[in-house]
């Protein structure tokens, strides 16, 4: 064998361990948790899900654990939880069924994430030092980002939205749609898809005025949007069967969005606020607090894209992700977890703009 190729085998080797060691310190707290359908049962049923006014509320993540666990014992989506799209929770049902642990489901689609991250830096060709500090900076983002030690659905958006990325720079049109599908069905369908499609026709509309061609990218479009309700549809398969009304689907993500629609005030650059400043204007801005998971490369990183686009002007699909979504949480009530769809994807931008 060659002696480089056995090199960048040993190399891998290496970073896939890093992957896996991280994976396991960031779950070790939670490898013996044993999940129990009648404790989660009555947590639910004296939350605040049913009960408004209960003091004993549960987390965002109990709830969505419970949830999954009653779709696959045959509830309907509509029932439990039908603010957020169930195919994330579908997922945790059938993992806490195979191993009675539903915080294996982070596990199993973070170390997706950050493998889809690593073959996206092999396909910018970068070196070995700029891998492991790119995974390292994903790798932080993950430990320090508020929740993330329980968030469940975050790592089901990060693992299928990196793989699309690293399908669609590979021009592999059927699978960079079947993952940009199932990453905008996999919390909120009207919101994600608006993001997706901005920044998908952004990068058509950007080729078409540089070659008078769009290739492949346009069926992607296509492919992802007819896969995209094929997800969709999927989702409520038991809402069909029960209701025989073909329209439901899209009657829920109107529920949905109006769900999250709310009269809450957003402060004005109130993101350039949480990352420049540190500063956290939490509902509404009633309340400043500092933001968890802050440091000084947020800012800096921002900066440094700054002048790396400046200097070389290398637009694509990445910076068109970063500039709509850093555009659509100005709109939104951050969450800081909400940035792992945003700095994980300018760590990678940077990566390949220095590259030739």
Known sequence: ??????????????????????????????????????????????????????????????????????????????????????????????????????????????????????????????????????????????????????????????????????????????????????????????????????????DIGLSYLRKRRVDFKFKILLLTVFFSFVFLYLNYLKVLIDTRDFLQPLKIQKYIFSFYNTSVKVPPFMVAKMIFLNKWPVWGGDKVKSVPGWWVFWPLSFLFLAVKVLKERKLNFLLFWIIFYFGFLNFIPVWPRYFLLLFPPLYLYIAQAGRK
């Open 1 to 202: 064998m060659d002696k480089s190729k056995l090199f960048k085998k040993i190399r891998l080797s290496f970073l896939f361990l890093i992957i896996l060691s991280g994976i396991g310190i960031i779950f070790s707290d939670k490898v013996e948790f044993l999940y129990n359908h009648q404790t989660f049962r009555q947590k639910y049923f004296n939350s605040q899900w049913v009960i408004p006014s209960s003091k004993t509320p549960i987390s965002d993540e109990e709830l969505y654990i419970y949830a999954g666990n009653e779709y696959i014992r045959g509830t309907s989506p509509i029932l439990v939880n039908p603010e957020i799209l169930p195919l994330p929770k579908y997922a945790i049902g059938v993992v806490t069924f195979l191993t009675g642990n539903p915080y294996f489901t982070g596990a199993i689609f973070y170390f997706l994430a950050l493998v889809f991250a690593l073959k996206i830096l092999e396909h910018f060709k970068a070196g070995p030092v700029q891998k492991l500090l790119v995974l390292g900076l994903i790798f932080g983002e993950i430990l320090r980002l508020d929740g993330f030690l329980s968030a469940l659905i975050e790592p089901f958006l990060f693992a299928f939205f990196l793989g699309g990325i690293y399908f669609y720079l590979k021009r592999r049109v059927f699978l960079a749609s079947l993952f940009f599908a199932l990453f905008i069905n996999s919390k909120n369908f009207l919101v994600f898809s608006a993001l997706f499609y901005a920044v998908l026709l952004s």
